[in-house]
């Protein structure tokens, strides 16, 4: 047994985020099928807000039989300068794994690095893994298999969202597009271990500063806030430069194929999507928020096995 972390979405092989992708569908239709996590807790902290990953971690945990301790990290010691590191310790002697929504990745790391545990980034500034589990789960269920698909990232190219989908998407063999205004691109580190995984699986990335050029015949487009988590006060304009990159009918038409939308959610309406693409046919983001569920049970019975 190896202890797995799943802390980017490169923690899982090709193969291994298919294997989960399966289990998902499963769990989906059955959602009572496995009982994994019966006799085991699972600390669920957040350092941020949230509703969906908060909620379908609970409920999930519990439909496996475990019990979710959902704690609100400012609330711990950790927000009283107690070390990450002995945090860490600590939870590993009561938890079977740690599920934390933090802020730099380097926290996450820090945590994982001397769990003893199974560590799940539940959204950092860099990386938000479980959200692209469920948003690949969507765009199975709507176009079939992912190889090959194209799916564009419209917004802040340098947000968790954006990063996740390019690595995430290129491990699914997905060309993956990055729509952002200048200023706004990803990481470079990033675009580097997307390109390297995408060698191995026939997927691409490419970065667009052009909206309609990067929609040229998506299969998929994904948006999601223009200002994240903790930006509120960067500094930068938010607003204007990312314009060009709302979802809207005009925008969608733009793609020239049948395509799908999605959002992480909290959507805010009329900003980077409008209500007309987020209320009409092409969103699939309620189903996206419901594949949270499925796609973070098959991930945690698929950990708890390996560890
Ligand atoms: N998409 C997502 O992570 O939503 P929450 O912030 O509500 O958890
Ligand atoms: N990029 C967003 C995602 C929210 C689920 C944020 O970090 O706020």
Redesign the pocket.
């Known amino acids: 047994m190896t202890l797995r972390h799943f802390l980017r979405d490169d923690d899982l092989s090709p193969q291994e985020q298919t294997e989960i992708l399966d289990l998902a569908a499963r769990f989906k239709t059955d959602r009572l099928a496995d009982r994994s996590l019966e006799g085991r807790s699972i600390a669920v902290i957040f350092e ?1 807000n949230s509703t969906r990953t908060r909620l379908s971690f609970e409920v999930g945990i519990h439909q496996l039989g475990g019990q979710p301790i959902v704690v609100d990290g400012r609330m711990m010691q950790l927000g009283r300068e107690e070390t990450i590191e002995d945090t860490s310790r600590v939870l590993s002697r009561y938890v079977d794994a740690v599920v934390w929504r933090t802020f730099a990745q380097a926290r996450i790391e820090a945590m994982a690095g001397v769990s003893a545990v199974p560590v799940v980034n539940a ?1 950092t ?1 860099e990386f ?1 893994p479980c ?1 692209v589990l469920a948003d690949l789960q969507t765009v199975r269920e709507r176009h079939g298999d992912l190889p090959g698909r194209t799916l564009t990232y419209l917004g ?1 190219g340098a ?3 954006a990063h996740s989908l390019l690595i995430g998407g290129v491990t699914a063999g997905m060309h993956v597009r990055v729509g952002a205004p200048e200023g706004f691109a990803p990481a470079p580190w990033v675009l580097e271990a997307a390109g390297k995984r995408a060698a191995e699986t026939g997927g691409s990335v490419r970065v667009h500063h052009d909206a309609r050029s990067a929609v040229d015949g998506a299969d998929v487009l994904v948006t ?2 223009w200002t ?3 930006q509120e006060n960067d500094g930068k304009d938010r607003v204007s430069p990312f314009r060009p990159f709302q979802i809207n009918t005009e925008l969608l038409a733009a793609t020239g194929v049948d395509t799908s939308v999605l959002h ?3 959507a805010h309406r009329g900003w980077e999507v409008t209500d007309e693409v987020l209320d009409g046919p092409a969103s699939a983001v309620f189903d996206e928020a419901e594949n949270r569920l499925h796609a973070q049970k098959a991930l945690l019975a698929w950990l708890v096995q390996r560890s």
């Open positions: 941020k959204l500034d938000h959200q802040d947000n968790n969202m999601d806030s994240s988590m903790g992480c959610l909290p």
